[in-house]
DNA sequence: GTGAAAGCGCTAACAA
DNA sequence: TTGTTAGCGCTTTCAC
């Protein structure tokens, strides 16, 4: 059990017989420091095998480097991606990222969020939960101008910048593609009204039913939470109606697998009987069989961009740009689902 | 713009006309302080919004309260289940989580870990880069006793804590499979020989062919990387040989899904012309037709044992316990592709 | 049961 | 160009 003492600036300062701040400013690479100096300073160090306690600079320079991001769930494709963006763009800036999850919950995401604040995070990044309707733990945030980045699942009550698709332009899109296959009789299974995503594709798929003077039929507008469970019940429902649909829009892809299986075991055709489209484009989405029509979300850029722009605040306080509202585009993926 | 200033200590003592060292005891619920003004100060705290600095309060203790993550890639399945799986156990015991990703490469790996350290994290969890060769990074850790835990992937010249699967018995099983369905030349795409996983797998396949009295043909063993790129070519080397194999033993998913689709493009009738299995049971294996035959390792459960193991550790500093090996179980699924 | 004081390791204003 | 000094906000001896 062998414990080696940390060295401090200290201990390199009583070695070179300078001073501890010296030691800081040739550390830093501070401008007015003698390069002789800089050189002797950075070799010991090196020698010593110093390693800054970035807590203690923390502390006395109030800012931690870090940015928080809370996600309802890190293994969900979409949200690993987005990560994954961020945590790619952070790096190449010297930014730690430090990461939770809500699991849908709006009691873990206050937690999380409050953690992430008193650890003192210079930016939070963040995707809400399906039960989040209060914005309380998030005002903390804005309200003392620490810069606080909603991507796609936002707080509308929130004033500050969103990394979003249009969600309502994609489920118009989806739906308008599966009118011009000639589907007629057109269902959707939505999401949790709360979510703008949910709500915008639903939108955007009664927008397109009007616009295309089809009928929106009685029951074919399933509100669900999307869950394993929810959503082939839903699709049951909509295929036990007395005239069931010949379409019908996933609010995601787990979802239109779900329905996917449930078609294979009940022998209905896809497309044929029913075509099916989801929302995400997760990865099994293009080998399930039928491959799965869907939406395709760029997670990774909306993660490095939304990483991109909350550095920008932080490294740039007194930024009095208005708050933005980036959209980023969707691709619509057509496969043999509704082909 | 308005811009609050953060409660500290000092402020809620002065409210209350007591010191600095009272409030930080009433707060954290130290016995020798008295229900009262503990009651006082509690109440003080919630009516003026006080937040710990938690920075503070780490740099004086000398701990974080955080537990570094290092994977190759957050976005990978396994990755990320694994990362849900620490931070849900993480949550539960008030530690924070902070990620990085090596994207398999040992510079960045390097530099990562270092941020870590230099970061104070209580403990580390990684899984190594495909690249890494080299232990010196992680030694920081070790040789100071910070609790150290690789998951999966690990460094072999590092004695620390590790939570792996058996590759070695998984490979064999699957081989074994192979053979007991009727394959009787049987190749192996296998990964970089540097991980352990990618050599227990390739050692477990050999032994099998071995105890079932199968030869190893020339050119069966295909060593690659791994990538979208390798895997195909090397499936490619494959069936391009005079006798092609009629059974192949993927080193992941991602390469039997290739090789599904080389398949399918060349009219090879999976399994009948040559059976498919791969590794790790990805979210699409499932789905995919036909289905792979694959072995599942519980990521999330290797997350949250891994979780489990170092928060040990860090509270249990004196733990004089030998460094643990523990092997989590795989199952193997047998599906269409080798049926 | 409470207070005074020291200090975690670092940075930065001010002096020299 | 370098040193001195004073904290950042908290915890924790050591007194009382």
Redesign the interface.
């Known amino acids: ?4 003492q ?1 060295i401090t600036i200290h201990n390199l300062a009583n070695e070179l017989n300078i001073s501890a701040s010296t030691v800081s400013r040739a550390l830093s690479d501070n401008s007015r420091i003698s390069k002789k100096t800089r050189l002797i300073v950075q070799q010991k160090a090196l020698e010593l095998g110093y ?6 600079a ?2 006395r320079s109030k800012k ?1 480097n ?1 940015i928080g991001v809370v996600v309802p ?5 979409f949200f ?2 987005a ?2 963006g961020i ?2 763009y952070a ?1 190449t800036k ?1 930014f ?6 809500s ?1 849908d919950l709006l009691a ?1 995401e206050v ?2 969020v ?7 995070v210079d930016g939070m990044i963040a995707s809400i939960s399906m039960q989040t309707n209060d914005d309380k733990h998030f005002r ?1 945030f804005s ?3 620490i810069p606080l980045l909603f991507f796609d699942r936002f707080c509308p009550s929130i004033d500050c910048d969103r990394i979003v698709v249009d969600d309502y332009e994609s489920g118009y899109n989806i739906t308008s593609h599966l009118i011009s296959r000639g589907c007629k009789r057109i269902a959707h299974i939505a999401g949790p009204e709360l979510l703008n995503i949910y709500k915008d594709r639903k939108e955007g798929y009664l927008k397109a039913l009007s616009d295309f003077g089809l009928p929106l039929y009685d029951g074919y507008l399933q509100e669900t939470r999307l869950t394993k469970e929810d959503g082939p019940q839903a699709f049951h429902r909509l295929m036990s109606l007395p005239v069931p649909p010949d379409g019908v829009f996933c609010g995601n892809d787990t979802t239109a ?1 779900c329905a996917l299986e449930y078609c294979k075991k009940n022998n209905l055709k896809v497309p044929q009987d029913v075509a099916l489209t989801g929302f995400s484009d ?3 989405s293009s ?3 039928p491959s799965l029509s869907t939406v395709r979300q760029p997670g ?1 850029q909306m993660g490095f961009q939304a990483a991109q722009k909350i550095i920008h605040r932080i490294e740039n306080a007194n930024l ?1 740009v208005l708050f933005e509202k980036i959209v980023l585009p969707t691709q619509l993926i057509v496969r043999d689902s509704s082909r």
Chains 1, 2 share one sequence.
């Open positions: 059990m062998k414990k080696k940390e390693r800054p306690n970035v807590l203690a923390n502390l931690s870090t769930r890190i293994d969900r494709y690993a991606s990560i994954s945590e790619d790096w010297g730690n990222v430090i990461i939770s999850q699991n873990k937690s999380c409050h953690t992430l604040f008193s650890n003192r903390l309200e003392r101008n697998l997760e990865p099994f080998v399930v069989t990774y009095t």
